[in-house]
Nanobody, 123 residues
Framework: QMQLVESGGGLVQPGGSLRLSCAAS????????MGWFRRAPGKEREFVAA????????YYDDSVKGRFTISRDNAKNLLFLQMASLKPEDTADYYC????????????????WGKGTLVTVSS
């Protein structure tokens, strides 16, 4: 079993930045491709970003490309999401997941999920 705990959410003004963290326990993340998803109020959960086990390959939804950066520290069992140039439409609960796979063009979290951290972008 792997437990995932997100942190780093909060209230930020439009144009601001936040760094989310996801701490894993129970298993090493080093063998998993991992990802971030989000669910905005009243909307379905959607893919945000994913990263290969080595960290060498990253994937982003078009809505965050160029603004968000996913990274990982396998030695510390941590996953990160650096968010910049935040917009009100980025307001959502953000979840980390492992493993993540692209199935038929749709990214899916396959087994382990955190409980989420809320990001609110508002002036």
């Amino acid at each position: 079993q792997m437990q995932l705990v997100e942190s780093g959410g909060g209230l930020v003004q439009p144009g601001g930045s936040l760094r989310l963290s996801c701490a894993a326990s129970g298993r090493s993340i080093e063998n998993y491709r991992m990802g971030w998803f989000r669910r905005a109020p009243g909307k379905e959960r959607e893919f945000v970003a994913a990263i290969s086990w080595s960290g060498n390959t990253t994937y982003y939804d078009d809505s965050v490309k160029g603004r968000f950066t996913i990274s990982r520290d396998n030695a510390k069992n941590l996953l990160f999401l650096q968010m910049a140039s935040l917009k009100p439409e980025d307001t959502a609960d953000y979840y980390c997941a492992a493993p993540v796979h692209n199935i038929g063009g749709t990214w899916r979290g396959m087994e382990y999920w955190g409980k989420g951290t809320l990001v609110t972008v508002s002036s």
